[in-house]
């Protein structure tokens, strides 16, 4: 049996969740795709899906066997039409983490700029703030914002991400104005959720650094959140400058401590350093690279 044709039709049923309907898509008769499953579980020594009269279900083994198949045949697709065509026709499904805040309101339109430049380039993403198993959930890629604390990935920088601490006017106006990071102290803070404890390091103007920690009154991990919650004068925050900075750049929000600097961030692109990268996930790097090249919009 030819193993391409094994994988094909595996992940046509499981697409179309119907043998049947998998079997009209190929063109072949419904007994041919029930013999390939059954030859490939038997060449694998696992099953890979219950079959009732009902439905169809992936096993845990299935489910993890589709994620590889998929991004196989995809980049069988790709190498064929590196062949046929000129390179820069690349095609196939690009799988992504991306957390929520910066993928929905920053990356977004940068992800749809690449799907006009190649119209046969599929996103399935994910937008999520948790840590994301690359591996393990069948991803080609993530975007992630912070330290990179996993060696077994390969990181490429995207853009700078500054952080900024803000609070309304009104809420300064009641509680007053901090003049110093100590002066934090006496405030509550908004905290971002993934931050489970420790305190902000800064270096003041004359170049001394320091730390400060603040005791949280509102804990959640959605900045936008916290930013709404910062408006409406529930105290202070400490976010990436990215979801802030229309609010500061209207009034809304207003930077405390901005001759103080805070720990910068950067954006970056990662992807395990065992796997192959497909010309079209390297194509879409280097494309946000371009993108966000300089200072982004948001550091202005």
Known sequence: ?????????????????????????LHIAKS?????????????GAQLMIR??????????????????????ADWAETENCVRQDQTNIAGIIRMAVPLSFGVTHLGAAILDFMELHPDIEFDIDFNDRRVDLIAEGMDLAIRIGSLPDSSMIARKIAP??????????????????QTPEDLQTHLELRYGNK???????????????????KHRLRSTSGDFLRDAAIANQGI?????FIVYQNLAN????????????????????YPHTRHLS??????????????????????
């Open 237 to 241: 925050c400490f976010l990436p400058r």
């Open 251 to 270: 009034g809304k929000l207003v930077e405390l401590l901005s001759d103080y600097h805070f720990a910068s961030i950067n954006a970056y692109a990662i």
């Open 161 to 178: 991400i500054s952080a900024v601490i803000c609070a309304s006017s009104d809420y300064l106006r009641a509680h007053g104005t901090p």
């Open 32 to 44: 041919a795709v029930s013999r390939r499953l059954k030859e490939l579980e038997t060449r694998l």
């Open 1 to 25: 049996m030819n193993r391409y044709e094994e994988l094909e039709t595996f992940v046509r049923v499981v697409e179309a969740s119907s043998i049947t309907a998998a079997a009209h898509q």
């Open 279 to 300: 010309t079209r996930v390297r194509t879409f790097v280097d494309f946000l690279v371009e993108q966000y090249k300089g200072t982004p919009y948001w550091e202005v």
């Open 196 to 214: 489970i404890k420790g305190g902000w390091s800064y270096t003041g103007p004359d170049g001394k650094t320091g730390q400060v920690d603040m």
């Open 52 to 73: 009732t009269t009902r439905k169809l279900t992936l096993t845990d083994t299935g489910n993890a066997f589709y994620q590889r198949a998929v991004r196989l045949l």
